[in-house]
């Protein structure tokens, strides 16, 4: 069998410190009968003490039809080499496999960072062999059921692989989250869906296994769970905003997740959002720290102005083994009725979930014969009572929060790993407001003494509201 590879461009090209485009396009003819499309992109990052120039560059291919692939190395020095490629029945990390449709296609440049001149070099390639492979199946078994029993199920909703910037490979991410016990787990690689149909080959009976991807912008990052294909990520675009984005999630079923909303270059700065189109924000990031607590207030705010806002954490794991990245250590507990990708998406959905750091958890609530569980609204017809029971070998603060503040705190007593149960009376509800629980570590403040402490260091675990007086079908 004979290879003939043809050349369809190959430029170098010098860019400006002062280039302020965001993206720059280049398109070629692919012929007819091609077995592989594929590009090597190469620039120049040339980042050190003394030589502050710093550039990072993504590179994206598309064919007449869309989305092919996507490559980055944001954390890349020197010269940076990124390559994609794709034939009928195989690919390139980050690139997906499927027939080589002749006509048009489009190679993107995306300037993530440009902070001094650069260069770059983009070569555009075909090959053409004597026989095509037929193209393999990239179909995804969305009705696998892991446990068809309903339950509560931990799992992490932000990840990655080397599809993207990860530092292992989707078989590892997988292997690892089957190895820690996760009941789900999403893979957010950036940009790409690309990690779906090696995913739909590591369906097991132990990790129901989500379809997801991030969008990672100019303006900010968002997860996108349970979506069937790929969505349209570049929401800086004039014709296409993040409000676009988030419409098609939910026209396919799937839910949006705001991440990370204050992390520095990679926060959440799009302003036009309609936060009524988002249906989950990270209160938690494993990898934020002392950021968790704006995550927190902000969440607040928009409880408290009557959005419908899931709080949902997440690792952002790019290596599950080791470090702040090493996942487990934060998990997600969802109430889903049955353990698999649809189970899961519903239950986010219906807003029974919790944020652990360790303990297993419940809260309900009751106001006369009516009770309540998170994510569900009680009639304002007297006291409500709030119950929770925690799991955990450790004394802890129990924080009973009130429209964002705290109106109460009660302590579990210490060296009791067995199921306690706290109840909390509040005889002042006020109609439409919400109630929500943080369980933390029992430290002091020690230059304050007596003064309860607690931050993102001492959190163990973070509620989702129950509502007084709300209508929640709105």
């Known amino acids: 069998m004979t290879n003939k590879q043809d050349h369809l461009l190959d430029i170098e090209k010098h860019l400006s410190e002062d280039f302020e485009e965001l993206y720059i396009n280049y398109t070629v003819q692919v012929p007819e009968n091609v077995s592989k499309v594929g590009l090597i992109f190469t620039y120049q990052n040339d980042f050190s003490e003394t030589n502050p120039n710093k550039a990072v560059m993504f590179i994206a291919l598309f064919d007449p039809q869309g989305f092919r692939g996507h490559r980055m190395n944001p954390g890349g020095r020197g010269e940076v080499v ?225 959005y419908r806002i899931v709080g949902v954490g997440g690792i952002d794991s790019h290596n599950p083994y080791e470090g702040i990245h090493e996942i487990g250590q934060v998990v997600t507990v969802i109430y889903a009725d049955e353990l698999s990708e649809k189970g899961i998406v519903e239950g986010l959905r219906r807003g029974q979930v919790y944020i652990s750091r360790g303990p297993e958890f419940r809260f309900t609530a009751k106001t006369g014969n009516t009770e309540a569980q998170m994510w569900e609204s009680l009639p304002s017809e007297g006291p409500v009572t709030l119950t929770l029971k925690i799991k955990w070998d450790k004394p802890l603060n129990i924080f009973i929060m009130k429209n964002g503040l705290i109106l109460d705190v009660l302590k579990t007593p210490p060296d009791n790993d067995e199921w306690q149960t706290l109840s909390y009376v509040d005889h002042n509800p006020i109609e439409g407001s919400y109630y929500r629980i943080e369980c933390h570590d029992d430290v002091l403040n020690l230059p304050y003494k007596g003064i309860i402490w607690r931050d993102h260091t001492t959190m163990r675990v973070l509620s989702n509201p129950i509502w007084v007086g709300r209508d929640l079908s709105e």
């Open 82 to 306: 990124l390559a994609l490629w794709t034939t009928p029945d195989d690919s390139s990390e980050g690139a997906i496999p499927g027939e080589i449709t002749p006509g048009e296609w489009r190679v993107q440049i995306d300037i993530r960072a440009l902070f001094g001149a650069t260069d770059y070099k983009l070569n555009v390639y075909t090959e053409t062999k004597d026989e095509i492979p037929e193209p393999g199946d990239l179909s995804f078994p969305a009705d696998h059921v892991v446990n068809p029993e309903p339950g509560w199920y931990k799992g992490e909703l932000h990840a990655h692989s080397t599809e993207s910037d990860g530092r292992y490979p989707v078989e590892k991410v997988i292997e690892a989250a089957v190895k820690y016990g996760l009941d789900f787990y999403s893979l957010t690689d950036h940009t790409t869906c690309s990690q779906w149909h090696k995913l739909a080959k590591l369906q097991n009976d132990s990790t129901a296994i989500i379809r997801s991807m991030e969008i990672t912008s100019h303006v900010g990052h968002a997860n996108l769970h349970g979506i069937q294909e790929w969505v349209n990520v570049y929401i800086d675009k004039p014709d296409w905003s993040a409000n676009d984005a988030a419409e098609e999630v939910h026209r396919q079923g799937g839910l949006f997740c705001i991440n990370h909303a204050f992390s520095g270059y990679l926060s959440w700065r799009d302003f036009e959002l309609d936060w009524n189109l988002v249906d989950m924000e990270e209160i938690y990031h494993n990898l934020e720290g002392c950021n968790n607590s704006y995550q927190l207030s902000l969440w607040d705010q928009h409880l408290n102005q009557g």
